[in-house]
């Protein structure tokens, strides 16, 4: 069925080095990947998102990047501060798009150490 | 803009018994999904509703039920509680074609705890 892994599960980084976490999906036909950052006791927010007809997307220090082939894609966060501690969830949308779906992977807890 | 809003935030069940989860969606959104998320793990897809009708169904028993109305909100029920279902309840708004068209924008989401 379908299914997102993601990786690591926990990353723990010192202030100012690059993170990067990364997910495959099974369902071919996703076409749209989001990322969600979720602090405790918080909502899912979401920080970037990236669809099928691009490889590359950035946005300030955060990019990320999908590789079609291998149905795999990569948050990349470059010089991380402490206040990007948080659980990190990649999702792919299966389904068409009249009413697709988010289909999530397990988490990265990321934690920056000042 | 207002975002997407749950009620209640908390809620304390005990096993057997039935509840009702509320979410008004996001100023302008015609579409509601609900998604769970267990402790430590990812949201898991529940349903989707658009047009008052369910368009779309995750692997949840049929206890698990809702309803849109016609002002978009929308509710989810959960019948004959299980302890397996505590867990965050979040409510997601969106327009109507998918993630792909219409990014989710997520509630804060209602904390049910089943005793």
């Known amino acids: 069925g379908e299914n997102v892994e993601q990786h690591p599960s926990t990353l723990s980084v010192q202030e100012g080095d690059s993170a990067v976490i990364k997910c495959t999906y099974s369902?071919?036909?996703?076409?749209?990947f989001p990322w969600y950052k979720q602090e405790l006791g918080k909502r899912p927010q979401l920080i970037i998102d990236?669809?099928?007809?691009?490889g590359e997307k950035k946005d300030q220090r955060i990019a990320v990047t999908l590789n079609k082939t291998a149905k795999h894609f990569s948050l990349h966060i470059t010089e991380t501060q402490p206040e990007d501690s948080a659980v990190y969830f990649c999702?792919?949308?299966?389904?068409?798009?009249?009413?697709?779906?988010?289909?999530f992977g397990q988490g990265t807890e990321l934690s920056v150490k000042p | 803009e207002t975002g997407v809003t749950q009620s209640p935030t908390h809620l304390i069940k005990t096993r057997g018994q039935q509840v009702t989860l509320r979410c008004s969606s996001q100023?302008?959104?015609?579409?509601v999904s609900w998604y769970q998320q267990a402790l430590g793990q990812g949201p898991q897809f529940i349903f989707q509703?658009?047009?008052?009708?369910?368009?779309g169904r995750g692997n949840f028993p049929p206890r698990f039920s809702g309803l849109q109305f016609p002002n978009y909100s929308s509710e989810l029920n959960v019948n004959a509680l299980e302890l397996d279902d505590s867990a965050l309840y979040l409510c997601?708004?969106?327009?109507?074609?998918?993630?792909?068209?219409?990014?989710?924008?997520f509630g804060n989401g209602t904390r049910l705890t089943v005793t």
């Open positions: 100023s302008g959104h015609n579409t």
């Open positions: 990236i669809r099928s007809n691009v």
């Open positions: 509703y658009y047009r008052e009708e369910e368009n």
């Open positions: 999702a792919a949308a299966s389904g068409d798009n009249q009413g697709g779906k988010l289909i």
């Open positions: 369902d071919s036909a996703s076409n749209y």
């Open positions: 997601a708004s969106s327009l109507y074609g998918g993630p792909y068209n219409s990014p989710l924008h």
